[in-house]
C-alpha cells in the first residue's frame, strides 16, 4: 500500500512569472493565471495547500474579448441599499481600472475561502509594460 505525501511548507518553492496580456482572450489568460496560482503545474500540488507560484500580469489595459462580449460584458456591484445595484459595463472598467478587469477574472476561478484569498494575493496586475518586480527574477509565461 501507497502513501499520500503531502508537502511540507519547505518542500513549497515559489517561482515567480511574468505574463503579457496584450492581446490575448481574457477567459484564456485568467484560467492560465489561476492555474499558476493554484500550482496545479507542479507535481507535488494539494487542493488543501497552496503551492502556488507568483504571477506578474503586465499591459492588462490591452486585453481583448472576443465576439460582443466587449459590449454585452457588465460587472456588478450592490451598495446593500434597496436599488442600491450598479451595472459597470466592460468598456469602462477596462478604461477606469484595467487592473481590475483580469484580478475579477482570476477571482472568480478560484476558491472561495481563506485559501482562495492567500493565493489571489500572489497576483500582481499592472496596466503598462514595466513592473517592480525585476528583482524576483520572474520568468516569461508563454499563453
Known amino acids: 500500500m501507497t502513501t499520500t505525501i503531502t508537502p511540507k511548507t519547505e518542500d513549497i518553492r515559489r517561482a515567480w512569472w511574468v505574463v503579457d496580456a496584450d492581446g490575448k482572450p481574457l477567459g484564456r489568460l485568467a484560467t492560465e493565471v489561476a492555474r499558476v496560482l493554484r ?9 488543501h495547500l497552496d503551492t502556488g507560484d507568483h504571477v506578474i500580469v503586465i499591459n492588462s489595459a ?25 451595472h459597470i459595463p466592460f468598456a469602462r472598467m477596462l478604461e477606469r481600472f484595467p487592473e481590475r478587469v483580469i484580478e475579477l477574472a482570476v477571482r472568480g476561478m478560484l476558491p472561495k475561502n481563506k485559501l482562495g484569498r492567500k493565493m489571489r494575493k500572489k497576483l500582481k496586475v499592472y496596466p503598462g509594460a514595466d513592473h517592480p518586480h525585476q528583482g524576483q527574477g520572474p520568468q516569461a509565461l508563454e499563453i
Open 39 to 47: 500550482g496545479k503545474h507542479k507535481p507535488i500540488y494539494t487542493p
Open 62 to 86: 490591452k486585453v481583448r474579448l472576443t465576439g460582443r462580449k466587449a459590449e454585452q460584458k457588465t460587472y456588478f456591484r450592490h451598495s446593500g441599499y434597496m436599488g442600491g445595484d450598479r
